[in-house]
T-cell receptor, first 112, second 113 residues
Framework: AQRVTQPEKLLSVFKGAPVELKCNYSYSGSPELFWYVQYSRQRLQLLLR??SRESIKGFTADLNKGETSFHLKKPFAQEEDSAMYYCALSGEGSGNTGKLIFGQGTTLQVKP | NAGVTQTPKFRILKIGQSMTLQCTQD?????MYWYRQDPGMGLKLIYY???????DKGEVPNGYNVSRSTTEDFPLRLELAAPSQTSVYFC????????????FGPGTRLTVL
């Protein structure tokens, strides 16, 4: 079964500290993985996707197929990073409909 | 572009009532989705559509119906509302499948009492 697990409901760090939001997935094929973010009073938006290998707002995420993980990292947290973060998987093959399976979400709280 | 818009923002229903959650996108996207977000549970897919006239069930379709008569609109119908349908509902759209970005609406917070 396809599943995304985010083990931490809340992650609280001080400004300037490193951040790692954990995401593990279960999928038998080749997954497509994403991180979405929801800032306070804003709508859910894409932060980054694994195929792009990009860094957005200082965040990076590497797909580790051996460990079935896609952890989100940032070396120095900023207060404006405080938000809810969702890891998501799209795991279909041919006829990809883009359906997403979401993890439970992790609230990141960056304290001054 | 307004992107994805949803109405209403908030609604309280009594058990057994029905209502339609509206979703409209102005980006000419082919794919549209309805998710529900329960506290601590992440988002779960209710229904989706890959184009006008084509809809299919997601993970949690029971108690809901959808239609897609135009590219722009994807309404979600609740028949015989139940307390278990208390949730935040998000509509999303994307241009095509694969890894194209999904764009989300602001959400509708529904309470069934």
């Amino acid at each position: 079964a396809q599943r995304v697990t985010q083990p931490e409901k809340l992650l609280s760090v001080f400004k300037g500290a490193p951040v790692e939001l954990k995401c593990n997935y279960s999928y038998s094929g080749s997954p497509e993985l994403f991180w979405y973010v929801q800032y306070s009073r804003q709508r859910l938006q894409l932060l980054l996707r694994h195929i792009s290998r990009e860094s957005i707002k200082g965040f990076t995420a590497d797909l580790n197929k051996g460990e079935t993980s896609f952890h989100l990292k940032k070396p120095f947290a900023q207060e404006e990073d405080s938000a809810m973060y969702y890891c998501a998987l799209s795991g279909e093959g041919s006829g990809n409909t883009g359906k997403l399976i979401f993890g439970q979400g992790t609230t990141l709280q960056v304290k001054p | 572009n307004a992107g994805v818009t949803q109405t209403p923002k908030f609604r309280i229903l009594k058990i057994g009532q029905s209502m339609t959650l509206q979703c409209t996108q102005d980006m000419n996207h082919n794919y549209m989705y309805w998710y529900r977000q329960d506290p601590g549970m992440g988002l779960k897919l209710i229904y989706y559509s890959v184009g006008a006239g084509i809809t299919d069930k997601g993970e949690v379709p029971n108690g809901y119906n959808v239609s897609r008569s135009t590219t722009e609109d994807f309404p979600l119908r609740l028949e015989l509302a139940a307390p278990s349908q208390t949730s935040v509902y998000f509509c999303a759209s994307r241009l095509a499948g694969g890894t194209d970005t999904q764009y989300f609406g602001p959400g509708t917070r529904l309470t069934v009492l």
